[in-house]
Structures are given as structure tokens and as C-alpha cells.
């Protein structure tokens, strides 16, 4: 597990310090960036996840075909992905108007909402970087080459950083292009990732072991398979982040102090919950690849050996929210006259990093779950649990705190922690019902039969 899961949370971690130092750059800025950067970025995330999930839900296919010996199916699904990756492109951006309007309603003050423009505008020109980088390291991680997905994701964010610092502040001969600078610098980086995947999928070794370049066409049986087994992980993702975007955006109507301190909150959140997210795809990767082989019982032992690592990572990084708040908002304390007061935050702030530090073990367990049973296909019931928990009780609940009765961040944080809890709990409980364990998800062709050839290659049998 470590073997697979490591580069993943280095890889994970790496994005989240890029995220977290662009978010850092925008509020040294001004105080208006970096209340716009997270509603708009958000937002654009939401309209692109998708068909980032659909497209990477190849990652799951690799994994199996991997585990059942099949290196050409692994190339074919990995093509399928790209195909959907590419006609996403002009669907995502026929979706601009929604997110305008979503802007618009959203309530937040003029200065604010001109910058979310300014930054949402730009992440959706570029997003097919997105989908076609999910796509793509699908190849590496689902046979369980983490490594490269490592290498790619780490490149590209620090080709970010650096052209966040240049272009956000006017550095090195580039012109000061402020909260539109870190939009262009994250769209810039985000194809060298992709590209350096293009380039090792098509190396003669690739070519001549997996026939890379032997299976670019649309297969159609395969397809329908892919989008049958990825639309509803898919829908998931789009509507669980569809209901953090707009938690994020009700959040503004909170007034400003409100919105930055969550906002910074949130940004720091980010240090814990990407690597934990490469705990979780480390449970997808190595269920799809123990369920191609027909070993249930190691998939299981796999989710549970995430599950405790995930945890002990999360129980330290949340003893820092909980001892050195103020530590975590000087980060963000601006240069300028509309410079951010730290002193004025930190009063909301604390609690907001104390309840992160509670609901963190849980999300872990929660993301964990979800992982192995998406691994294994049962991506139905993630969906629809997740949408009865996220729409139905936790949007529902937060529209009632922050519109209706106005109870205020603290209180619309609370509910967040109950949100986080209940959605851990059905997942657990899904997974040790073992419904999962009977999915098949390849096509009945594909042997099921324990001592298939390249499981020695893999590392998973002696």
C-alpha cells in the first residue's frame, strides 16, 4: 500500500502546497483576491469535475485489466478516457454562462464579484487540461506506477508557483496581472503533466508491451462500459463539490470577515485533505487491482491499511490546527492597505481550524470508503448516498443557518462537521456489508481466474 500510496500523497501534496502559496500570493495581493479566488475557483472546479471523474474513472478499468494480465485493455481504456477528456472541452465551456450567473446571484460585494470573474473566466478557457490530465495518468497509477503520475504532478506544480509569483505580483519582465495572473499560470501548468504523460505512453517500450499506439481508436463496447461504470462516480463528484461550492458561496453573504476567514480556513484544509485524497486513491487503485485478480479478502485488508494510515497522518497535521492557529493565518496577513487583519480573523478562525482538526479523522475514513467501493464499481450507491446526504440534509440545513435565521460562519460550520460524519458513516457501513465484493466490472471475456500473468510484475503475488 505504501508503495502505491506514497507518490500519490507526495504527488496530492504537492498541489496543495501550489494551492495553498497561490492562495497566500493573493492575499499578500489584496484582501478582495483572495475572498474571490476560492468562490470562482471553486466554481470552475464544479462545472469541470465531471467530466474529470469520467475521464479518469479509466484509472479503475487500468487497475483491473492490470490485475487480470489484459496490458491491452489497459492501453484501450486509457484511450477512452482521452477521447472523453477531449469532447468535454467544448461542453465545459458552453457552461461559462451558468457559472456567470451563478456569480452574479451569488450576492457578494461589486469588487468581489469583478475578480471571481476575472479568475473563473480564465480556469474555464484552459480546462480541459483537467480531464486530460486525469485521463492520462490513469495509464501510470492504475498499473500501479505512481511514481511517474508523481514526477508529471509535481513539475507542473511548481512550473505554477513560479508563474503564480511572476504574474500575480509583475516579477521577471511579466506584466502585473494580479488575480488573472494565477488563473493563467494554473491553466500554463496544467498541460505539462499531460504532456509528459503523451510522451511516456508513446516511448517504444510502452508501445511494444501495452500496443499504445495500437489502440487510439473509439472502441464503443468498451466505452458504454466506462461511461455505465463512470457516469455515476462522475455525477457524484459534480454534486458533492456542487454542494461545497455553494456552501462557499452562501458563505459570502456572511459579509467579508466571514468569507476570509473561511476562505483562508479552507485553504489550509487543503493541506490535509489532498494528501488524504491520496490515501483514498490508493484504495481505488489497489481494490481494482486485487478485484481484477479476484481477491477480495486482500482488497479488503488494502481499504483498512489506508484507512490507519490515513488517520495517523491526519491525527498529526490537525494537532497543528488546533495549537498554532494564529501561525496558519499570519500566512495570509497582507502587505498593502488592503492588507488583511489577522487579529480581526483569528476571533472566527480558531474554531473553524478546531473543527477541522475534529471532522479531518472523519473525512479521512470517509474518502478512504468511498475510494475502495468506486474501485471495486459500486459507484451507484456512492452516488446516491451522496447526493441524499449533501443536497437533502447538509445544503438544506446550511441554507436554513446562513440565509434564514443568520446564524453565522461558527454555526454554518457545525452543520458542516454533522455533514462530514453522516457521510462517513454510510460509506463505512456499505463497505462492511461487502455488497462490493460481487461487482464484475470488466467484460465477461476477461479471465477470473487467481494466477494470472502479470501479477508477478505487479508486486502482488510472490
Same mark, same amino acid.
Given at each position: 500500500m505504501l508503495r502505491v500510496a506514497y507518490p500519490l500523497i507526495i504527488s496530492m501534496g504537492s498541489f496543495t502546497v501550489m494551492q495553498f502559496v497561490d492562495r497566500m500570493f493573493l492575499s499578500w495581493y489584496s484582501a478582495t483576491a483572495i475572498q474571490a479566488a476560492l468562490p470562482a475557483g471553486i466554481l470552475s472546479f464544479t462545472l469541470i469535475c465531471l467530466f474529470m471523474a469520467l475521464a479518469g474513472y479509466a484509472n479503475t478499468f487500468v487497475a483491473q485489466y492490470h490485475g487480470a494480465g489484459d496490458r491491452a485493455?489497459?492501453? =484501450?481504456?486509457?484511450?477512452?478516457?482521452?477521447?472523453?477528456?477531449?469532447?468535454?472541452?467544448?461542453?465545459?465551456?458552453?457552461?461559462?454562462?451558468?457559472?456567470?450567473?451563478?456569480?452574479?446571484?451569488?450576492?457578494?460585494?461589486?469588487?468581489?464579484?469583478?475578480a471571481e470573474l476575472q479568475y473563473f473566466n480564465v480556469l474555464m478557457l484552459g480546462s480541459v487540461t483537467t480531464p486530460l490530465g486525469a485521463a492520462l495518468s490513469s495509464f501510470f497509477t492504475g498499473r500501479g506506477d505512481t511514481l511517474t503520475n508523481m514526477y508529471a504532478h509535481v513539475a507542473g506544480n511548481l512550473v505554477n508557483v513560479v508563474l503564480d509569483y511572476a504574474l500575480i505580483f509583475g516579477r521577471w519582465g511579466f506584466p502585473e496581472m494580479g488575480i488573472r495572473g494565477a488563473a493563467v499560470a494554473t491553466v500554463?501548468?496544467?498541460?505539462?503533466?499531460?504532456?509528459?504523460?503523451?510522451?511516456?505512453?508513446?516511448?517504444?517500450?510502452?508501445?511494444?508491451?501495452?500496443?499504445?499506439?495500437?489502440?487510439?481508436?473509439?472502441?464503443?463496447?468498451?466505452?458504454?462500459?466506462?461511461? =455505465?461504470?463512470?457516469?455515476?462516480?462522475?455525477?457524484?463528484?459534480?454534486?458533492?463539490?456542487?454542494?461545497?461550492?455553494?456552501?462557499?458561496? $452562501?458563505?459570502?453573504?456572511?459579509?467579508?470577515?466571514?468569507l476570509a476567514a473561511s476562505?483562508?480556513?479552507?485553504?489550509?484544509?487543503?493541506?490535509?485533505?489532498?494528501?488524504?485524497?491520496?490515501?483514498?486513491?490508493?484504495?481505488?487503485?489497489?481494490?481494482?487491482?486485487?478485484?481484477?485478480?479476484?481477491?477480495?479478502?486482500?482488497?479488503? =485488508?488494502?481499504?483498512?491499511?489506508?484507512m490507519k494510515l490515513g488517520w495517523l497522518y491526519m491525527l498529526l497535521i490537525g494537532a497543528t490546527f488546533v495549537f498554532f492557529p494564529r501561525g496558519y493565518f499570519m500566512l495570509f496577513s497582507g502587505r498593502g492597505?488592503?492588507?488583511?487583519?489577522?487579529?480581526?480573523?483569528?476571533?472566527?478562525?480558531?474554531? $473553524? $481550524?478546531?473543527?477541522?482538526?475534529?471532522?479531518?479523522?472523519?473525512?479521512?475514513?470517509?474518502?478512504?470508503?468511498?475510494?475502495?467501493?468506486?474501485?471495486?464499481?459500486?459507484?451507484?450507491?456512492?452516488?446516491?448516498?451522496?447526493?441524499?446526504?449533501?443536497?437533502?440534509?447538509?445544503?438544506?440545513?446550511e441554507y436554513l443557518i446562513i440565509a434564514v435565521f443568520k446564524l453565522g460562519v461558527v454555526a454554518a460550520w457545525i452543520w458542516l462537521t454533522i455533514y462530514v460524519f453522516l457521510l462517513a458513516a454510510g460509506f463505512f457501513l456499505r463497505f462492511i456489508a461487502g455488497r462490493w465484493?460481487?461487482?464484475?466490472?470488466?467484460?465477461?471475456?476477461?479471465?477470473?481466474?487467481?494466477? =494470472?500473468?502479470?501479477?508477478?510484475?505487479?508486486?502482488?503475488?510472490?
Open positions: 485493455g489497459c492501453s =484501450r481504456a486509457t484511450v477512452q478516457g482521452v477521447i472523453l477528456a477531449v469532447l468535454s472541452w467544448p461542453v465545459m465551456l458552453a457552461l461559462m454562462p451558468a457559472g456567470w450567473w451563478l456569480l452574479r446571484v451569488s450576492g457578494h460585494a461589486p469588487a468581489v464579484y469583478e500554463i501548468a496544467g498541460f505539462i503533466a499531460p504532456a509528459i504523460f503523451i510522451t511516456i505512453f508513446f516511448r517504444p517500450r510502452m508501445r511494444a508491451e501495452y500496443g499504445t499506439a495500437e489502440h487510439l481508436g473509439l472502441d464503443l463496447p468498451l466505452m458504454r462500459r466506462l461511461i =455505465r461504470f463512470g457516469l455515476p462516480s462522475a455525477v457524484h463528484l459534480l454534486l458533492d463539490v456542487g454542494s461545497f461550492s455553494l456552501f462557499v458561496l $452562501l458563505i459570502g453573504r456572511l459579509g467579508e470577515v466571514a476562505n483562508i480556513a479552507l485553504a489550509v484544509n487543503g493541506l490535509a485533505f489532498m494528501p488524504l485524497l491520496g490515501f483514498a486513491m490508493a484504495a481505488t487503485i489497489l481494490v481494482g487491482q486485487y478485484q481484477g485478480k479476484g481477491e477480495s479478502a486482500t482488497a479488503e =485488508r488494502a481499504t483498512w491499511t489506508c492597505t488592503d492588507a488583511l487583519d489577522v487579529n480581526e480573523l483569528l476571533p472566527v478562525g480558531r474554531y $473553524l $481550524l478546531l473543527m477541522m482538526a475534529i471532522w479531518g479523522m472523519v473525512d479521512g475514513a470517509s474518502l478512504v470508503f468511498s475510494g475502495a467501493l468506486k474501485g471495486a464499481g459500486d459507484t451507484r450507491f456512492v452516488m446516491v448516498y451522496s447526493v441524499i446526504i449533501a443536497w437533502g440534509v447538509w445544503i438544506t440545513g465484493k460481487s461487482i464484475q466490472l470488466l467484460e465477461p471475456s476477461v479471465p477470473l481466474t487467481p494466477d =494470472r500473468p502479470g501479477a508477478e510484475a505487479l508486486g502482488l503475488v510472490e
